[in-house]
């Protein structure tokens, strides 16, 4: 196993010589076995161990073996302890869950504070068969069926061309000495359940299984490889990013069959998951919209706009009188001027001073806010304002008006309000400008 490790580290991972890695290390048979595999191919690295407070003892005694191998091995070794229970409990997540919430920060952490290359973990290819068949349980697109990737930026598996039982004939040929945790052959749990029932099985009713489970996955790669191309160069000419928002056309979607089929691939890299509601969304009324954990998407007359979620904006902020300049939540200058400038900026307004009285204030819309919109008589509401503007949803949440003893003196950046401009009766002009 030396041997073909030391050849596929060669073929698929020969940067792990120039650099120290960090290698997670718990005690049991996998990461044992690829700690000394990485020791004896003359590889640079630490290692970094949780114990999880979850065996008693047993824990403590995992700890130990690892601290053992360290001084073995000469390397640095990290190591912390965490309340899984607790965590498990407070987070309302299963034990499994809370140890990896747990384990991969802390992992990053180290990476960044000491400098290692990346974290090295010790999945194997039975790993990854069994992650397949969980997520075929539980229901998943393709890219749930295309196993562990070997690397990413995050993480790096030599291991997942070698199997469960090459791994143990490795560990026994050597005398290694690991930890075993009883929990792994606990079948309440649905992995250990398809480690010790399933796959036995399987093995038994074909057993070319492993090779031929190898071959499909590969295939199903190049398909997920192909979709993710096209699906990329779509995307190009649907979204279309305006001020951080994505309008994505309507017609141009429903033109896409099987329709479901690509709202999942199109959107599910922004955490949705329920994408018959973004179907519904299609063809709702404007104003309608879906959340995930981190965007919303909104349907806005012909258009889908997809959006990160951020914080709602409630704050009301203040100009004090002789303020030339404010930074938050706007770049705003406020400067006297003799003359009213001929210009089409949008971006500048000139008052008459004396109509104004401070302190100034800035906020989003409210309902029933109006205005007295300049050139025109009579007064108007602002959401018919943003109506007859054809102001999306997003837009309109992000407008900042300017107020004055409760009076709207501008719509900044569109519209300013009649009862503040500059007349032949002015004194003192002011200039405000947006940038």
Not at 175 to 201: C, G, V
Not at 280 to 299: N, P
Not at 379 to 407: A, G, H, R, T
Request: neutral net charge.
């Amino acid at each position: 196993m030396l041997a073909n490790f030391k050849k596929h580290l060669q073929d698929n991972f020969a940067f792990l010589k120039d650099d120290t890695f960090l290698l997670a290390i718990s005690g049991g048979i996998d990461s044992v076995v690829l700690a000394y595999l990485m020791y004896k191919s003359d590889l640079k690295f630490a290692m970094a161990h949780c114990n999880f407070q979850m065996r008693g003892e047993e824990s403590n005694k995992d700890e130990i073996l690892v601290r053992e191998l360290a001084d073995k091995f000469n390397c640095k070794i990290h190591i912390t302890n965490f309340d899984t229970v607790s965590y498990s409990e407070l987070n309302k997540v299963s034990i499994q869950m809370a140890a990896r919430e747990l384990r991969y920060p802390w992992f990053e952490e180290i990476v960044n504070e000491f400098g290692y290359k990346t974290v090295v973990t010790a999945h194997h290819a039975d790993d990854n068969i069994e992650t397949f068949l969980i997520n075929l349980s539980r229901g998943t697109g393709l890219e749930g069926l295309t196993g562990m990737p070997e690397s990413t930026d995050a993480i790096l598996r030599p291991l997942l061309i070698f199997s469960r039982e090459e791994i143990a004939a490795y560990a026994n040929s050597e005398d290694l000495i690991w930890r075993e945790d009883a929990s792994n052959a606990d079948t309440k749990y649905l992995r250990n359940k398809i480690r010790h029932e399933l796959l036995p099985t399987l093995k038994t009713l074909h057993p070319t299984f492993e090779s031929n489970f190898k071959n499909t996955l590969e295939h199903l790669k190049g398909s997920a490889a192909i979709i993710q191309n096209h699906i990329t160069e779509l995307k190009k000419t649907l979204f279309i990013e305006k001020e951080g928002v994505y309008h994505i056309s309507i017609q141009e979607l429903k033109r896409l069959q099987p329709l479901e089929a690509y709202i999942y691939e199109l959107f599910k890299d922004y955490d949705f998951t329920s994408y018959q509601d973004i179907c519904s969304l299609i063809s709702a009324l404007s104003g309608k919209e879906v959340y995930s954990k981190t965007h919303r998407l909104l349907k806005d007359r012909d258009y889908l706009l997809l959006q990160k979620i951020k914080p709602v904006e409630h704050q009301i902020y203040r100009i004090e009188e002789n303020t030339n300049e404010i930074y938050h939540p706007i770049k705003l200058t406020v400067q006297t001027t003799e003359n009213v400038e001929i210009s089409n900026d949008s971006n500048i307004l000139f008052v008459d001073k004396k109509t104004l009285k401070y302190p100034l204030l800035l906020r989003k819309r409210q309902e029933g806010d109006y205005f007295y919109p300049l050139g025109m008589k009579g007064k108007k509401k602002v959401s018919k304002f943003f109506k007859d503007e054809k102001m999306d949803m997003i837009s309109k949440e992000k407008q900042w008006l300017l107020y004055s003893d409760n009076k709207l003196v501008w719509i900044i950046g569109r519209r300013a309000d009649e009862r503040f401009k500059v007349t032949d009766t002015t004194t003192t002009i002011l200039k405000f400008t947006v940038h």
